[in-house]
């Protein structure tokens, strides 16, 4: 049986499965663009969030789904959009070599590669891509990254395409309106 959400299809039986989603950073949690800056001999770099990607992460979380990043840049603005969201483990190398990275954090977590879902846009995703159980690309991402794919989102990279795979997977796995409605819930009580 698949359940399919706005352009993401995914099997239920594979959705079940997944016990870590990993997003790459620039071209899926961003639109891939960099604003690089200096402030008083200080190197400063922004990046701009989708808010809506954001909640989807936290609905993961939400459900007991682990979440991670693994990019190939090194910016204080993802440990910083990291925390904001509570993502787990938060992986950057500015040599790219995700594949390593992710391997190391498998084996502590003690996950294997077939429970794990990773959401890429290009050619420095391949590797991971090639490897765990659901390979996902965001609606704007290279040709490789779309063949090495077996989820193909609609949205854009930075505009949406994270929270269409969030609730693409906790559709398939028949807990979306579950977490909406515990979501809603623990919004409207005082603290």
Known sequence: MSVSAPGAFIEMSVASRIQLVCFDVDGVLTDGGIVLGDVDGTRLELKRYDIQDGLGIVMLRQAGIRTAIITGRESVSVELRAKELGIDDVIQD??????PALRRLLERRR????????????????GVMRLVGLPVAVGNASPEARKAAAVQLTRAGGAGAVREFC???LRARGEWDTQVEAYVQSRSEEP
């Open 94 to 99: 500015r040599h790219a070599r995700k594949v």
């Open 111 to 126: 996950i294997g590669w077939e429970s794990v879902a990773f959401v890429g846009d290009d050619l420095p995703d391949l």
């Open 167 to 169: 609730e693409a997977l």
